[in-house]
């Protein structure tokens, strides 16, 4: 299981690099237009990405329970989707 880890490592790092440039993209895109749906929609994947991180730190550097470290990153998804999905009906 431990080769495992390093591969669970770098997918999380790929998540965060993605996800924060995608929320970094979307919050510009809002600054510019100040339109809500782009505020929202970079608020939701701000959260997303803050579930992947959250769920790696726990589970790497403060050796959290494993199943913990999962459930958080999962209720920070689906929060962060439920926000995605808010910002593509805001007007």
Known sequence: MTQV????????????????????????????TEAPALGALSLGFAVVT????????LDQLLAVDSTYALTVDSVLTALGFAIIVYSLYVE
Request: glycine letters at 12%; hydrophobic letters at 55%; charged letters at 10%.
């Open 50 to 57: 803050v579930g992947a991180l959250s769920a790696g730190v």
């Open 5 to 32: 880890t390093p591969v669970l490592v770098a997918l999380k790092t790929i998540t965060l690099v993605l996800g924060g440039a995608i929320t970094y993209f979307a919050y510009r895109a809002y600054r510019r």
